[in-house]
């Protein structure tokens, strides 16, 4: 590689750390919170209890899906490309807020009208109708903190975006609910807190969008321009809608055919599993702009290496948070009760299908941001499809794991699919033989995790025994030898930080 590469590929790799570090710590927090909030939960409210709630929050998940219209999305790909032009910027963040505004507001009505209906349809739960009404409100809301979130991360400046995302709208939610559970409230109570705590986010997000851009939302200047936006956005809204029905259209079905109780199990099971996924979620916070902007510039040799590191280190990263899962598995959900453990095969299935997820790495992104955005919406609703009619026959064959089997495997065959269209359209692959050390590494990690097994047990199984696995990876990787690029960007970290500590 030539020296003028090379330095381009580290200040790629440099600014898309910058935004994975930052993301770690605010997401370390959140999950954190996070954690808290659904201990709460289950522990208060019991699986049953627990799963209305669960239920009910993925149903706005569903609604949440069309309330921007892909606008999300819309400001990664075209705010760093309108970086030299304030007038397209504005108006895009325009569009971008009057679409979310307005969209939030007829989703969130029309879910408040059908909360009886759906109710009746599906788990039959009284509780369940004030749960939807007040998750009607907080859609709106939350739809609007997103879209100041990804405003930050599109203009890569992920620290603001984490401190809205994940920190203070978080916190405040958990210690609102908290609140209403130690003063005897159940899940009423508990879900007119969130809703409190979704209007100060709302007030939050305001707060640093006024204080910390310089932006002006603005109609487009023509129709040309809208329709460059939506013909980017829409076809996202319509991917997004399908990768519902590959990722979480699981829960829905468990409370169709099953019961509040299981959907409770296997919610938190699944949400254990997301863990798995913090790397790539976290290199992804800034990968999009860099990408938009590499090809953008026609920089594709480039581009092609951030793929490939940005992929290692996902891969690396998550293997060791996915042996501990599947290890500790029945110790982790223990945590949120005993009625909780029944989800053991449920979590083991779905961190291998995150594994299969984060060797993809941000295999989705390059698409997108190599205009392949069709592309992605067939991939999501060819999938989509085909994870409703696995989880109807495995769910009604094999119950909860049956559901863990469909959505599992639909999950790691998408990924599958990515990687190879990557390669076909693109001409680019993520994977060196540098590959082979963490693979490894990781292998003797677990061995070391397995072999805790028999001197611990409990809680200090989880944190000794991980805490002993990582040590593991962590010396084999050195044995091996780091790769170049990671040398130079650790040392690049480092002299940073000590010129900080300079001045």
């Not at 954190?32 to 019991?46: D, S």
């Not at 007040?134 to 930050?152: D, H, K, P």
């Not at 991917?239 to 468990?254: C, E, I, P, Q, T």
Request: glycine share 8%.
């Amino acid at each position: 590689m030539e020296e003028s590469e090379r330095g381009s590929d580290e200040g790629s790799l440099r600014s898309i750390t910058r935004g994975a570090s930052v993301f770690v710590v605010g997401k370390g927090l959140y999950d954190v919170v996070e954690f808290a909030l659904t201990l709460l939960l289950t522990r208060w409210l019991g699986a049953s209890r627990y799963g209305i709630y669960a239920f009910g929050r993925t149903i706005v998940e569903v609604c949440a899906i069309f309330t921007n219209l892909g606008s999300d999305k819309a400001l990664m790909r075209y705010l760093p490309e309108y970086a030299d032009d304030p007038n397209r910027r504005d108006a895009t963040v325009g569009m971008a807020y009057a679409t979310s505004l307005v969209g939030g507001g007829i989703v969130g009505a029309a879910l408040f009208l059908s909360a009886p209906a759906v109710t009746a349809l599906t788990l039959d739960e009284p509780l369940l109708t004030p749960v939807l009404r007040v998750f009607a409100g907080v859609l709106v809301l939350e739809t609007m903190i997103r879209i100041v979130s990804y405003t930050f991360r599109a203009l890569e400046r992920p620290e603001y975006d984490v401190l809205l995302s994940k920190v203070a709208y978080p916190t405040i939610r958990l210690a609102g609910v908290a609140a209403a559970l130690v003063l005897g409230y159940s899940l009423l109570g508990a879900m007119a807190a969130i809703g409190l705590s979704a209007i100060a986010g709302t007030l939050i997000a305001a707060s640093l969008f006024l204080a910390r851009t310089d932006l002006e939302p603005a109609p487009p200047a023509s129709t040309g321009a809208a329709a460059e936006y939506y013909g980017f956005s829409i076809p996202l809204t319509v991917k997004d809608a399908g990768s519902f029905l590959y990722n979480r259209v699981d829960v829905l079905m468990v409370g169709f055919f099953l019961s509040a109780t299981a959907v409770g199990v296997y919610n938190v099971a699944v949400l254990v599993a997301t863990l798995i996924a913090l790397p790539l979620q976290a290199f992804n916070q800034l990968f999009p702009p860099v990408a938009a902007s590499l090809q953008s510039r026609g920089e594709r040799d480039e581009l092609e290496a951030v793929f490939t590191t940005v992929t290692r280190w996902t891969f690396t990263c998550s293997l060791v948070l996915a042996t501990g899962a599947v290890v500790y598995a029945p110790e982790i959900l223990g945590l949120f009760g005993p009625e909780f453990v029944a989800g053991t095969t449920v979590l083991s299935l779905f961190v291998l299908a995150q594994l299969v997820n984060n060797a993809a790495g941000p295999s989705g992104f390059v698409l997108m941001m190599t205009d392949h955005q069709y592309l992605l919406v067939v991939n999501q609703w060819t999938f989509g499809v085909a994870n409703v009619v696995l989880n109807y026959v495995f769910i009604l064959r094999y119950g909860l794991v049956g559901a863990a089997m469909a959505t599992a495997a639909v999950l790691a065959a998408l990924n599958v699919v990515r990687v190879l269209e990557v390669r076909y359209l693109e001409g680019m692959t993520p994977y060196a033989r540098s590959f082979t050390k963490p693979i490894v590494a990781g292998t003797a990690g677990a061995a070391v995790m397995l072999l805790s097994r028999e001197l611990l047990s409990g809680l200090p199984l989880v944190f000794v025994g991980g805490a002993t696995g990582v040590l593991a990876v962590a010396l084999v990787l050195l044995v091996l030898g780091i790769e170049d690029e990671d040398r130079e960007l650790f040392a690049a970290a480092l002299e940073r930080a000590m010129s900080r500590d300079d001045t």
